[in-house]
């Protein structure tokens, strides 16, 4: 059957990092773009990462770039998340999603979510 799977959360220092990892199955992989989304307690979800299954174009949040790096691994069935520079306002469950779509865009759903991995920054 279809499966997302996070991991690699945790409990990290302000300034420290932590690699998501999002491993697929059940579905041809190498077809789907793949979204990283966060929530806070009490928030929205937001999008915070993306990487296209065609040209493995990227989309990052304002507020994570040029401190989260997105990449794939299509013969894992992979994809990661390197979240460098944590800070304390980057706490929240972390979810990879798929869609059958060859480029990063707003899409109203995802075809397939993962449960979740919990990121906590705080000293």
């Known amino acids: 059957q279809v499966q997302l799977v996070e991991s690699g959360g945790g409990l990290v220092q302000p300034g420290g990092s932590l690699r998501l990892s999002c491993a697929a199955s059940g579905f041809a992989f190498d077809y789907y773009t793949i979204g990283w989304f966060r929530q806070a307690p009490g928030k929205e979800r937001e999008g915070v990462s993306c990487i296209s299954s065609s040209d493995g174009s990227l989309y990052y949040a304002d507020s994570v770039k040029g401190r989260f790096t997105i990449s794939r691994d299509n013969a894992k069935n992979t994809v990661y998340l390197q979240m460098n520079s944590l800070k304390p306002e980057d706490t929240a469950v972390y979810y990879c999603?798929?869609?059958?779509?060859?480029?990063?865009?707003?899409?109203?759903?995802?075809?397939?979510w993962g449960q979740g991995t919990q990121v906590t920054v705080s000293s």
């Open positions: 999603a798929a869609i059958r779509r060859r480029y990063c865009s707003s899409y109203p759903r995802y075809d397939y």
